[in-house]
C-alpha cells in the first residue's frame, strides 16, 4: 500500500471523524449546560469502566484483523482473508456478551470501587452498548483489511448521530426527575449509537457480499487454516495491543477513585469533588481530543499500510509512509496543542457561557491539558508504526511506564490545596510525552528512518509561532469591542489561515503532499495559481 493510498483512506476516514467529533462537541457541550458539572462528574464515573471493557473487547482484535486480512489480501487469497473475519466476528460476539453482562450486573459493585453512589444508573445505561460496538467493530477490521475506509466512516458518523441524539434528547427529559437519571439518559445514547452504527455497517457488507464473494471464487487455491490456528494469530497480535489500549482507561480508573479521594481528603465534599472531576473529564478533557480525529485516522490506516509494506519487503516505501505519518501528526498536533493553551479561557468561556465560574475554573485545566496533545498523537502514530511492523509489545511497555508517572503525579499533586485537580491534568501531560518519546526512540531504532529537524521540527514551529502571535494579538485588540464570543471565533479563523499561509511559505507542505489527498490535485491547481504553493 503506497502513502497516496495510505493517506486517501486517512482522509477518508479523518473526514468523517471531523464530522463525528462536531457531533461530539454537539453532544458534549449541551450536555454540560443541561446537566452541569455535577451531571458530568455522574457520566464521567461510569465513562472510564464503560471504556475499559470495551478496549478489552475491541481494542485490539480489530486491529489484528485489519493486519491479518490485508497480509492475506496482498497475497491475493480472498478466500483466506474472509475467513479470519467469520471467526473473530464469533470471537467479539462472544466476548461482547460477557463484557456487556459484567458492567450491567456488577454496577452496584462498580459504584463503591469509585466512590461515587451517583453514577450507577449511569453505569447500567451504557452497558448494552458493550454488545453491539464489538459486533460493528468486527466488520470494521476486515474493511480496513481491504483498504475500504468507506463502511468504517459511514458506521462512525451514524453512530455518533444516534448517540448525540438520544442521548441529550433522554438528558433533557430525565433532568427534571434527577441530576443521576439525566446523566443516565445521556449515557443510553451510547447504547443508541452503537446499534444504530452495527446495523448500518451489516447492511453495507451484506450490499457488497455477492462482490466479495465472487472475489473469493476467482482467486486461487492456498492453504487455509484451522479456526483455532487463526485465534491463535488474531489473539497472538491483539493482546498485546488490548493490554496497551487498557493502560489509558485503567489509568482514568484509577483517576476517577483517586481524585475523588485525594480531594475529599483535602476538604472537598464529595459534590466539590465531583464538579471538580467533572471540569477535568466532562468540560476540558474532551477539546483535546479533538485534534485526535485526523491522527486516529491516520493511525488506523498506516497499521495496515506499514504492515503490507513489510510484508512485500518494500523498505524504502514503508520509511516514506512512516515519514508522511509522522509530519503530517506534527503539522496537526502541535497547532492544536499551541491554540488550546493560547486561547484555553476564552475557549471555555465561548463554550459554556452560562456556567461562568465553571468555565473559567476548566481553563485552567484545559491549559494544562492542552499542552498534552502535541505528544498524544505522536502517541497514537508512532503506537500505529510500532503495530504495523509487528512490535505490538514495545508501545503497551512505554504507555505503561508514563502512566506509572501518571498515578505518583496525580496521587502527591491532587493533594496539595493550590493545585488539586490541576494535579491529574498535569499526570496526563506527562504519561503522553514519556510514551511519546520512547515510542520514538524505538521507531528510529527499528527502521533506521531519519527525521530532517529542519521539516519535522523548524518549519512547524515557526508557522505555529505566527499563528500563536498573531491570536493572541487579534483577540487582545478586539475582545474589547466585540465581546469574546465573536472575538474567540475570529481569532481561531484568522490564526488557523495564518498557521496555513506559513505552512505553504515555508515549505511545511508541499505539491506532493496535496497530491495524496482525494480532491487534492484540484487544491493544487488552486494554490498554484495563486503562486502559494512549492513544489
Known amino acids: 500500500m503506497s502513502s497516496k493510498s495510505f493517506l486517501k483512506g486517512a482522509a477518508i476516514l479523518g473526514a468523517a471523524g471531523i464530522l463525528v467529533k462536531i457531533m461530539g462537541a454537539f453532544f458534549r457541550i449541551p450536555l454540560g449546560i443541561i446537566i452541569g458539572s455535577e451531571g458530568l ?12 471493557l470495551l478496549v478489552i473487547s475491541t481494542a485490539g482484535i480489530p486491529t489484528a484483523i485489519s493486519k491479518l486480512v490485508a497480509e492475506r489480501n496482498a497475497m491475493g487469497d480472498r478466500y483466506g482473508a474472509h475467513r479470519v473475519f467469520k471467526v473473530s466476528f464469533s470471537l467479539l460476539l462472544v466476548v461482547g456478551i460477557v463484557t456487556s453482562s459484567m458492567m ?5 459493585v462498580l459504584t463503591r470501587i469509585i466512590k461515587n453512589p451517583g453514577a450507577y444508573y449511569s453505569i447500567l445505561a451504557i452497558a448494552p452498548a458493550l454488545l453491539f460496538v464489538p459486533i460493528m467493530a468486527a466488520y470494521r477490521g476486515y474493511f480496513q483489511g481491504l483498504q475500504d475506509m468507506v463502511p468504517t466512516a459511514i458506521s462512525q458518523i451514524l453512530e455518533q448521530f444516534g448517540r448525540t441524539v438520544v442521548g441529550l434528547v433522554l438528558a433533557m427529559i430525565l433532568f427534571k426527575q434527577s441530576t443521576e437519571y439525566a446523566a443516565a439518559g445521556a449515557s443510553f445514547g451510547a447504547a443508541a449509537g452503537a446499534i444504530t452504527g452495527a446495523m448500518m455497517i451489516i447492511y453495507i457488507y451484506y450490499k457488497k457480499r455477492k462482490n466479495i464473494l465472487l472475489q473469493i471464487n476467482n482467486c486461487g487455491k492456498f492453504k487455509q487454516e484451522s479456526s483455532s490456528t487463526i485465534v491463535y494469530k488474531i489473539l497472538a497480535i491483539a493482546i498485546p495491543i488490548t493490554i496497551g489500549a487498557a493502560i489509558l482507561p485503567i489509568m482514568n480508573m484509577i483517576d476517577a477513585a483517586l ?4 480531594l475529599q481528603i483535602i476538604g472537598y465534599t464529595i459534590k466539590e469533588s465531583n464538579q471538580l472531576y467533572g471540569q477535568l473529564t466532562g468540560m476540558a478533557a474532551p477539546l483535546i481530543n479533538l485534534p485526535q480525529v485526523i491522527t486516529v485516522a491516520l493511525a488506523m490506516s498506516l497499521v495496515p499500510a506499514i504492515s503490507d509494506a513489510n510484508q512485500r519487503k518494500d523498505i524504502n516505501g ?3 509512509t512512516i515519514q508522511t505519518g509522522t509530519r503530517i501528526t506534527m503539522l496537526i498536533g502541535l497547532p492544536a496543542a499551541v491554540g488550546l493553551v493560547t486561547l484555553a479561557k476564552p475557549i471555555m468561556l ?6 461562568l465560574e465553571e468555565a473559567i475554573s476548566a481553563a485552567s485545566i484545559l491549559s494544562i491539558l492542552g499542552v498534552g496533545v502535541i505528544f498524544l498523537t505522536l502517541v497514537q502514530t508512532f503506537t500505529a508504526i510500532l503495530q504495523g511492523l509487528g512490535k505490538p509489545i514495545i508501545p503497551v511497555r512505554n504507555l505503561f511506564i508514563g502512566a506509572l508517572f501518571k498515578i505518583a503525579m496525580t496521587y502527591f499533586l491532587t493533594s496539595i490545596p493550590s493545585i488539586n485537580v490541576k494535579g491529574a491534568a498535569l499526570g496526563t501531560v506527562t504519561t503522553y510525552a514519556v510514551a511519546a518519546i520512547l515510542n520514538f526512540i524505538e521507531v528510529k531504532r527499528i527502521t533506521k528512518t531519519e527525521f530532517s529537524i529542519v521539516n519535522f521540527v523548524i518549519k512547524p514551529f515557526i508557522a505555529v509561532g505566527a499563528m500563536a502571535i498573531s491570536v493572541l494579538y487579534i483577540y487582545s485588540s478586539i475582545s474589547m469591542r466585540l465581546g ?9 479563523a484568522v490564526g488557523g489561515t495564518i498557521y496555513g499561509l506559513m505552512l505553504l511559505a515555508t515549505g511545511a507542505i508541499t505539491k506532493d503532499d496535496f497530491d495524496m489527498l482525494p480532491g487534492g490535485k484540484k487544491l493544487v491547481k488552486i494554490l498554484s495559481m495563486m503562486g502559494l504553493l512549492r513544489k
Not at 462528574?41 to 475499559?52: A, E, F, K
Not at 450491567?104 to 452496584?108: K, L, P, R
Not at 465561548?350 to 456556567?355: C, I
Open 350 to 355: 465561548l463554550l459554556y457561557s452560562n456556567r
Open 41 to 52: 462528574g455522574y457520566y464521567q464515573s461510569s465513562y472510564p469502566i464503560y471504556v475499559l
Open 104 to 108: 450491567f450486573f456488577g454496577a452496584g
Open 484 to 492: 469574546n464570543k465573536m472575538s474567540t471565533v475570529i481569532a481561531v
Open 259 to 262: 481524585v475523588m479521594r485525594r
Open 318 to 320: 514503508m520509511k516514506t
